[in-house]
């Protein structure tokens, strides 16, 4: 006889024969039951929404055993005689509620309702099974359970309306510990009047179910087997086997029927929440009728769990074994373990999941378990059965073994007793050198660090720590004798032991030196694999975790966590205690009386979330007001709610299922469906518009994953994935203008009155998941006519309804859409819904049969969007005392692919912002049209980024004046009168504006400033826990719309409301109906008529009640209770005369009496109304603040919430009780976008967050700490603008979510005051600070400097470059401005103020020119103008060689000069004040620049002046030349050195550690920061780059701070950080670098402006700048011959001429004049930048009469056949700069001679020399009647002119040597064999002359000025 599937659910007895076993339970129940309690949420385990209560029986023992399990994940074959429980068989509508139904209902415990069933099963396997415990019986009411059980009992379950406070009171008042009074509000009893007791509660009796029915008893046990016990050996008909021995598994195994079968081995099937399955097997194999499988042993070694044993067991069991006799250590390892495995996922879950299936999916599957870690650390081993052997191996060897196949199964796992394991492998490898004093100790300890802090989440790092250690005598150190480190789930293939940290560190005591060491080799042990998400965090959080294990055990490591004890034997206690949980610091409190409850609160693990709610009740509108528990309440509890999914299936119905695009832009060309093992269903694919369907949900699903799309690309641009490439590409959405927001006040103004600005501040917001618990879904049913009923879940059924009109090509009078109730909304199921309603419809229009659509999860969240994330830039200015005074905001806004209604969001984020008085407020917001899903309205959308904006602004400014952000918040609080400027229309009367006064009542009644003391002394004794705490306003202002309302009286009295707003879990029917009972019985001025039981509240239909609108903004119930309200009235006026009548015929009469005769009077008894607001009163203003306290733990970022504080301004609360709800459910949504929900999207834009407990975290009830206080007020106003009811009330879902900012505030406030940003903090303190919160690679990046050619704000921020330069002629573009420049540079610096740290860059660039402060201070404007920080100069080389072609940028060959010259630099940095420190940097403001003093050193050595060679000096040379000038530098502050591309003595300066290190920094105790050449480190091989690496090595280990790479930046990094890695480069010299570098720009200021304006741009160029220019050019010349002989001056020269010819290649060449480093690297020919040529000077000094003939090269004929009276030759050197620049012969360039000897032969001449040195000139010296030097004398060639015509005299002279003779070189003044042309310090003087002409006349020049790169 072929066996059957039997099982009972709520009694009623199932029987199947044919059953496809990869059915699970919950599809069943659901869809082949009329039980609809248990819904579908997830599908993976992950919400609890389908719990459901198995209980089995055993037929011997007659043992009933019950407990909870995820029926979504349970197959119903492995269910087989076994009893469901669903919350409708707990009590029902027929039968009566269960008090758990009640007492939700009355707890305000359930809005949406489609949470509850399940909550309602959680909480009931709880107590059920605390019941059963030998506990005392408790008192009458209540159950065993105790309050922290109670609390733990709906850990699993997830809500996304309440935010759980409410769900825990019901748990806990089962709890006989628990003071009810403690509990929220609720119906039961009155907050404060002492009368909470149980027996106002719905009794609680554990005996009134039974949950395994007689019936299936009796059956088990008739078919027990005669000698066996019952045997269930499962379903071969529906390919369901259950074998109950190993033999008989591989004898099935191995049988014909399964070779060939695709089979499955199942315990659980918890793994399918895991690994999604879309494959289907052909046979099921249970393990868990094989008792060897079951078996849990204890022997002398350890206890063996079978592998099908569950997590709940395997906890129970250690547990116990915990309170048996075992050793104190083993108790220790095995309550760990137990603790750690109740953070495995969720209770319902642990009941089914087993410990084999676990260990399984981590060696096979790469599975993130807890499970392997901790065993792993406990030395466990396992026991395997291949096909052909037994195996017992280690669990680290197994888990290292190949992916094991699906015929090899897990027998069981032995976890020894740590003693034994710790014992027999101890190996202390004989470095101790006596013997321990006392006994051994074993420590234990296992930590997770998920994004739940509490569990049910997958960890980012697990890991677990066995160690045996001793204490010694001599020391008194601890000494590790053997130590087990495991770590999980960071991104491994499994959990792996730190072997190598392992061996490291036995035999070594416990130090910190060991410790610091153990953490370096563990660095190199935790890598996690390529793209894991997170994965620089988990490799520091694996850190963590060693480091807070071994830290309390430190005597050497200061620890000043007030909690820590020192002792061995309670180490391991306190380790516990801080994981998870806080830990006090009460001896060290000023306020210890005040603060006693909140140090309860935090020290004690076990305290109960506690809360209190203050309301105040209005009377005067009863009912309204009241806070009476929500309609309909109970049947959300039960499961009888009926939502869309709920409605039976009509005949026929198909199923459909999206295939969604998983490309962003692509044209679909086809679409296959993939073949598959698995039976097919038929299904239909109607084509791109349409949608597969199935004869079941999960088949049209399945279907949906097999279709195989083929896109195309061609023609398509790529697709816009961020909002840059959107700017880039100009796409976004228009707004139109009346929702465009209005800017206020005058920008400019506020800014010119502020002191200080921030510019350019960045900030991102991600999206978020609307996370409904029920997914958008659809029922469409084709009518007659063609016509279409649509039940739809949405908020907007109007919309629905005209669309599905239009997409069929019917009237909208064909299409009726109804909706319900809907199962969570949250704006998602706006417009959001409206696909999935269409495509059913036209399915079901197409195919004419019925078609319903439940969406999977992960389809939801891919099609649904969610919240509109967005990239934010501001800049502020504000005065000294924190007054705003103007704030401009660029917002670019990501809308996704179709504009839905995003352009809602400037409107409503401005509103936000404006919450503050900012003085002047103006932003730009552009809504960017990208190719991801499609963003839409969630929960306060744009509210909450607006008001994040704000506090963003606001912290910001505190943080930057280093002021409490509370006193810079009330500074800029809105009085009346700017609150009436910034909300006009919308601010309301003054007495409304109630913020103010709120937020001082909430600052006092939160104790916020004793606590804001205590916190700051708590994170001052903590180091490693940080607390913060913030208060922020709110400010929303609402804005109503129109809406229908329906009022009929029916002829028995009953009364039916139609609204257009839809029950999304928001209380709307509940307050409609107390509005209704409000109105109508106002007929009775008594109030005697309780109508509150006659209203019903009905589904919203669009055919029934047209211009229903949507249900958003918060404003639905205040506008559909008016529209209610205003029926009502009607139907009043209408009755009221007839009831006057009748009462003064009959007396007083009943509301029924006064119906009945109305209809026989033929009253109209039904009014419809459409309320629209009046303008005056549309919009308005509603205020909220809160205060929140967190705690972080800096070691891993966990982070709690110690307490909340919030307060609302409502109005009057139509229901305060729903209003609570919804205040409270909306703040722990808002802690959700802020703290752990991450909306993870692939790089198509795909959302990738499929799996719920994996990837997506929304809070959980344990996300909070147990600690974790909150209170809630609501506030009513007592001043109403009107006094009509339902004006002013409870719009509090949206408003709340932005009390959620403060949590973010707290955590980045006080816990995380950032000294580094805090100007008034000394510059070491900001420096440490900083350096503090630097990974390594952003110190690496502060080293590097890159050309502007290679470098991006992208770049700066991916690399955190330090600092970027111009090469030579590297421009922005050509001719670019000085805005330009500043753009330029500003572009990259906020790439650099976007990161992490936000540490801006400094651009440097070459300023090769000027000789004096005073050159020095104009040159310094010039730059800033530019908006450069950073200049490369001044070259204080001394040039021994003029040969060497960087002679001209070297002052002279003497040093004394050099040294002299040296005065440039306070010039450049400003004067260093008097005592300032030695060598360290100076720079004195914002028109000051870093200067570079270069290169060090030697460089105007190298031998034959070639540049970059070899200095061949001796060390006495090399000081006493090369290097004083360097000494000055230091002393007059230079903030950089570069170091120099030459050799000294053979050993590249780049290299050389001796005098980079040794000398520069140590001896002379330089303090700024070492730089780099250009490339100069890869030449420090003698083929340059031949080995990068190397270079970097030597170069970073002589002791160079910044390199200036300049273009291969990546290899520069990567080969850095490898050699730090590797420890080639220690981390101190990183440190060293770095820090030198921060000192420089704290010092120049670039953290408080790192932006550039143009407010010095009139700097440029300016006149004063090119007088003293001028100025330098006379002064610099050198007259070395005046006439021929001494009486017979020759100059200066007459104006006054007839004739005079200018002549030479450099008299009329701009280019020639300036030489290199001028627009080009190597300067240029020609017109090549503004200035005066030598000619033009000439031609406006001379008197007007004198005629000038110019001619460049002239031949003798022009020179004899004209009557000159005298010739001006003006030759010398073409540009050059460095190498090309060398020259060994230096002779005069052609046509120089021969314009010498043409000209000069003739007629009488002056030659000027215009050249960087001296070249040869000896030949033609006795040719010339005046000889004048010229050191490229640059744009001012008046400065010649100057001398030549006796305006000025000749005062010059040579700062070097004027050689006869190359071969004299070199030659140096004080060298024995000195024979010079001319020797040094030569230089003729001559008098000035009068009548000089007057400055005025000189060239007016062009007005424009441009710069060059140099
Ligand atoms: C929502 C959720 C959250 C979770 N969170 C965590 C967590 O935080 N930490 C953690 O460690 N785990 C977590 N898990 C994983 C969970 O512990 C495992 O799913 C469970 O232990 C698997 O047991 P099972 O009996 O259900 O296995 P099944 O699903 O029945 O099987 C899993 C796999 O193992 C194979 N298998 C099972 N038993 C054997 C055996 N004896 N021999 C050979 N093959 C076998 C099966 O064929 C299948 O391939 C989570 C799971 C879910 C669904
Ligand atoms: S539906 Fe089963 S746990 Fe979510
Ligand atoms: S009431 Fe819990 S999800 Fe809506």
Not at 413 to 418: L, N
Not at 1019 to 1046: E, F, M
Not at 1218 to 1229: H, N, P
Request: aromatic content about 8%; proline content about 5%.
């Amino acid at each position: 006889m072929a066996r059957k599937l039997v099982f009972a659910v709520n009694g009623e007895r199932f029987e199947l024969a044919e059953v496809d076993p990869s059915t699970t339970l919950l599809e069943f129940l659901r869809t082949q039951t009329r039980f609809r309690g248990p819904k579908l949420g997830c599908g993976e385990g992950g919400c609890g929404a389908c719990v459901v209560l198995l209980s089995t029986y055993h037929p011997v023992s007659e043992q009933v055993k019950e407990f909870s399990i995820s029926s979504c994940l349970t197959l119903l074959c492995s269910i087989n005689f076994c009893s469901v429980t669903t919350s409708e068989g707990l009590g029902n509508s027929e039968d009566g509620f269960h008090p758990i139904h009640q007492r939700f209902a009355g707890f305000h415990a359930s809005q949406c309702g489609f949470c509850t069933p399940g909550m309602c099963m959680s909480l009931f396997s709880a107590l059920t099974n605390a019941d059963k415990t030998s506990r005392p019986e408790p008192p009458g009411g209540f159950s065993k359970i105790t309050k922290t059980e109670a609390e733990k009992a709906i850990a699993g379950n997830l809500c996304r309306c309440t935010g759980y406070r409410p769900i825990v009171d019901v748990c806990k008042s089962f709890a006989a510990d628990v003071d009810l009074e403690d509990l929220g509000l609720n119906t039961f009893w009155k907050k404060g009047n002492k009368d909470a007791t149980v027996c106002r509660l719905p009794c609680h009796s554990h005996k009134r179910i039974c949950t395994f029915p007689e019936f299936l008893k009796s059956e088990i046990k008739s078919s027990m087997d005669i000698l066996d016990n019952f045997k269930n050996t499962g379903l071969p008909e529906c390919q369901w086997y259950r074998p109950t021995s190993i033999e008989e598994l591989y004898e099935l195994l191995n049988s014909d029927a399964f070779l060939e079968s695709h089979v499955k081995l199942v315990v659980g099937n918890t793994g399918s929440g895991v690994y999604k399955e879309n494959d289907v097997y052909d046979k099921y194999i249970d393990l868990k009728g094989i008792p060897e499988l079951s078996v849990i042993r204890r022997d002398s070694g350890g206890v063996s769990f079978g592998a099908a044993v569950t997590i709940s067991m395997a906890i129970e069991v250690l547990k116990q074994k915990n309170e048996s006799e075992l050793h104190s250590d083993e108790r220790l390892v095995f309550s760990k373990i137990a603790d750690h495995m109740d953070k495995v996922a969720t209770p319902f879950i642990r009941n089914m999941a087993s410990l084999g299936g676990n260990l399984i999916m981590a060696q096979r599957s790469q599975f993130a378990s807890d499970v392997a870690t901790i065993l792993l650390a406990a030395g466990s081993t396992i026991c395997l059965q291949t096909a052909s052997e037994r195996l017992v191996l280690p669990l680290e060897e197994f888990l290292q073994r190949p992916p094991c196949d699906d015929r090899t199964v897990l027998i069981s796992i032995h976890v020894p007793f740590s003693t034994s394991v710790m014992e027999s492998s101890s190996g202390a490898n004989g470095c101790i050198d006596s013997e321990p004093t006392k006994e051994a100790d074993i420590l234990f300890e296992t930590y997770r660090a998920a994004p739940r802090p509490l569990g049910n989440a997958i960890a980012y790092v697990n890991s677990a720590f066995l160690a045996h250690v001793t204490s010694y005598n001599i020391s008194g150190d601890l000494v590790i004798h053997n130590i087990h480190l495991a770590f999980g789930a960071y991104g491994s293939e499994h959990a792996v032991r730190a072997r190598k940290v392992e061996n490291f560190l036995v035999g070594k005591p416990v130090t910190a030196c060991v410790l610091l060491g153990a953490i370096k080799l563990l660095k190199e042990t935790i890598i996690p694999n390529e793209h894991t998400p997170h994965s620089r965090y988990r490799s520091s959080l694996a850190i963590a975790f060693l480091f807070k294990f071994f830290q309390p055990l430190l005597k050497d490591l200061s620890v000043p966590e007030k909690n820590v004890q020192m002792s061995v034997s309670s180490a391991a206690a306190t380790i516990e205690n801080s994981n998870g949980c806080i830990s006090g610091f009460a001896d060290d409190l000023p306020h210890k009386a005040l603060n006693v409850k909140q140090l309860d609160q935090v020290n004690n693990p076990d305290l109960i979330l506690s809360s209190e709610q203050t309301v105040e009740f209005c009377k005067d509108y009863h009912p309204v007001g009241d806070p009476i528990k929500k309609t309909g309440v109970e049947l959300q509890a039960s499961g009888e709610a009926i939502y869309v999914d709920d409605i039976p299936s009509p005949k026929n119905c198909l199923y459909g299922a999206f295939v969604n695009s998983t490309r962003p832009l692509a044209h679909i060309k086809g679409i296959k469906f993939k073949s598959t093992s698995s039976p097919q269903k038929a299904f239909t694919f109607i084509g791109a518009d349409d949608i597969p369907k199935g004869e079941t949900q999960r088949q049209a699903s399945m279907a949906a994953k097999q279709a195989d799309v083929q896109y195309c690309t061609d023609n398509l641009e790529p697709p816009i994935l961020s909002v840059e490439d959107a700017v880039r590409r100009s796409s976004f959405f228009k707004v139109p203008p009346f929702l465009c927001p209005q800017k206020v006040g005058d920008l400019s103004k506020g800014m010119a009155e502020a002191d200080h600005k921030i510019l350019s501040a960045e900030v991102k917001l991600g999206s978020q998941y609307y996370f409904y618990m029920e997914t958008q879904t659809a029922l469409a049913i084709p009518d007659e006519d063609n016509c279409i009923l649509v039940y739809s879940s949405t908020q907007c059924p109007e919309m629905a309804q005209d669309t599905i009109a239009k997409c069929l090509g019917i009237p909208a009078h064909n299409v009726r859409v109804i909706t319900r109730r809907v199962g969570g909304g949250f704006g998602g199921k706006g417009p959001r819904s409206v696909p999935v309603a269409t495509a059913c419809a036209l399915a079901a229009f197409r195919l004419r049969r019925p078609v319903r659509m439940y969406l999977d999860r992960k389809t939801d969240m891919i099609m649904t969007g969610g919240r509109h994330p967005m990239h934010i830039n501001y800049s502020v200015g504000f005065k000294s005392d924190g007054k705003i005074t103007a704030l401009h905001v660029d917002i670019l806004v990501n809308a996704g692919i179709t504009v839905d209604v995003s352009v809602i969001m400037p409107q409503n984020m401005v509103s936000a912002l404006k919450k503050y008085n900012w003085g002047a407020l103006s932003f730009d917001i552009r809504l960017c049209k990208t190719n991801f899903s499609t963003k839409s309205a969630m929960r306060g959308p744009g509210e909450v980024q607006g008001s994040f904006i704000a506090e963003s602004v606001i912290e910001h400014v505190a943080s930057f004046l280093s002021m409490d952000a509370n006193s810079v918040r009330k500074k800029n609080l809105h009085t009346y009168d700017s609150l009436m400027l910034f909300y006009e229309g919308s601010a309301g009367d003054a007495p409304e504006y109630t913020l103010p006064a709120m937020i001082d009542g909430l600052a006092s009644s939160a104790s916020y400033f004793d606590r804001l003391e205590i916190i700051r002394h708590f994170n001052s004794c903590n180091k490693w826990r940080k607390r913060g705490i913030s208060l922020v306003p709110v400010v929303y202002q609402v804005t109503l719309r129109p809406t229908p309302g329906k009022v009929s009286i029916l002829t028995d009295g009953s009364i039916v409301v139609e609204v257009g707003g839809i029950e999304i879990g928001q209380g709307l029917w509940t307050k409609v109906k107390q509005m209704t009972a409000f109105a109508l019985g106002q007929l009775w001025g008594d109030g005697s008529q309780n109508l509150l039981d006659r209203v019903r509240i009905i589904q919203a239909d669009t055919l029934s009640l047209v211009q229903g609108g949507f249900t958003a903004g918060s404003t639905t119930s205040e506008a559909s209770c008016e529209a209610v309200r205003l029926s009502c009235n009607v139907l009043v006026d209408r009755l009221k005369s007839l009831k006057q009548s009748l009462e003064d015929k009959i007396g007083s009469i009943s509301w029924d009496t006064l119906i009945f005769q109305a209809n026989m009077q033929s009253v109209n008894l039904s009014e419809r109304t459409y309320w629209v607001p009046e303008d005056a009163s549309i919009s308005y203003l509603n205020f909220g603040a809160a205060i929140s306290e967190v705690e972080v733990d800096v070691l891993t970022g966990a982070t709690i919430i110690l307490r909340t504080d919030l307060t609302y301004d409502c109005g009057q609360s139509l229901n305060p009780a729903v209003d609570l709800g919804q205040i409270e459910g909306a703040f722990v949504q808002g802690i959700g976008f802020f703290m752990c929900e991450e909306y993870l999207e692939n790089s198509d834009g795909l959302a990738t967050s499929g799996l719920l407990f994996m990837c997506y975290n929304l809070p959980v009830r344990n996300f909070f700490s147990h600690s974790e206080a909150w209170t809630v007020q609501i506030f009513q106003k007592k001043y109403l603008r009107q006094s009509v009811v339902g004006r002013r009330m409870a719009r509090s879902q949206k408003f709340c979510l932005h009390l959620l900012l403060l949590i973010c505030w707290a955590y980045i406030g006080e816990a995380d005051y950032m000294k580094y940003k805090d100007p008034k903090q000394p510059i070491n303190v900001r420096i440490k600070d900083l350096m503090d919160r630097m990974t390594l690679a952003e110190k690496i990046g502060q080293m590097t400097q890159i050309e502007r050619e290679v470098a991006s704000a992208q770049v700066m921020k991916n690399y955190f470059i330090g600092s970027v330069l111009s090469g030579g002629g590297s421009v922005p573009r050509p001719q670019a401005s000085a805005a330009d420049w500043v753009n330029m540079v500003n572009e990259f610096q906020k790439g650099s103020l976007s990161t992490r740290l936000g540490i801006p860059m400094i651009y440097g660039i070459d300023a090769v020119h000027g000789h004096n402060n005073r050159i020095g201070a104009a040159t310094a404007l010039e730059v800033r103008a530019t908006g450069i920080p950073y200049v490369f100069a001044p070259c204080i080389a001394v040039c021994r060689d003029p040969r060497w072609g960087r002679c001209y940028e070297s002052y002279s060959e003497d040093h004394n000069i050099v040294q002299q010259m040296t005065e440039i630099i306070p010039g450049l940095q400003g004067d260093v004040p008097a005592k300032y420190r030695k060598g360290v940097p100076y720079v004195s403001g914002k028109e000051k620049v870093a200067a570079c003093a270069k290169h060090y050193v030697g460089d105007g050595g190298t031998h034959n002046g070639i540049n970059e060679n070899n200095t061949i000096l001796n060390r006495a040379g090399l000081l006493s030349i090369h290097m004083p000038a360097y000494l000055n530098s230091i002393i007059k502050g230079v903030s950089t050195i570069m170091v120099s591309y030459s050799s000294w003595n053979g050993v590249k300066m780049h290299a050389n550690r001796d005098l980079v290190t040794g000398y520069l920094k140590n001896t002379l105790r330089f303090r700024g920061f070492v730089i780099s050449d250009w490339q100069g480190i890869d030449r420090i091989t003698s083929s340059p780059g031949a080995n990068y690496t190397y270079s970097v090595q030597a170069g970073i280990s002589a002791g160079i701070d910044m390199v200036m790479v300049p273009y291969n930046y990546s290899e520069f990094i990567n080969d850095l950080t490898s050699l730090v890695k590797k420890n080639v480069i220690p981390l101190s010299r990183i440190d060293d670098a770095v820090g030198r570098i921060l000192r420089v720009k704290f010092t120049i200021g670039l953290f408080e402006n790192p932006l550039a304006d143009l407010s010095l741009v009139d700097q440029l160029g300016k006149k004063e700048h090119r007088d003293l220019a001028r100025e330098a050019v006379r002064k610099s010349l050198v007259l070395l011959k005046n006439g021929k002989s001494t009486n017979d001056s020759f100059l200066p020269l007459p104006r006054k001429a007839a004739k005079i010819l200018i002549a030479g290649s450099h008299a009329n060449n701009l280019g020639y004049q300036c030489g290199g480093w001028t627009i080009e690297w190597q300067g240029d020919s020609g017109n090549i930048t503004v200035g005066t040529t030598i000619l033009d000077a000439v031609r406006s000094s001379i008197d007007p009469s004198t005629e000038v003939v110019y001619s460049e090269n002239p031949d003798s004929n022009i020179v004899k056949g004209n009557d000159f009276s005298y010739a001006i030759v003006v030759v010398g050197e073409p540009p050059y700069t460095e190498t090309a620049g060398d020259n060994l012969n230096l002779e005069l360039p052609d046509p120089g001679p021969s314009i010498i000897q043409t000209v000069c032969g003739t007629i009488k001449c002056v030659v000027i020399i215009i050249s960087g040195r001296p070249v040869v000139i000896e030949p033609y010296v006795p040719l010339v009647d005046a000889l004048v030097a010229a050191w490229l004398p640059g744009s001012e060639g008046q400065g010649l002119t100057d001398v030549l015509f006796g305006d000025y005299g000749f005062t010059g002279k040579l700062s070097r040597t004027w050689f006869k003779s190359v071969d004299q070189l070199p030659m140096n003044v004080g060298d024995k064999h000195y024979d010079p042309l001319f020797p040094f310090g030569f230089g003729l003087t001559t008098k000035p002359t009068s009548g000089r002409l007057s400055s005025a006349a000189a060239i007016v020049r062009k007005q424009t000025s441009w710069v060059g790169s140099n």
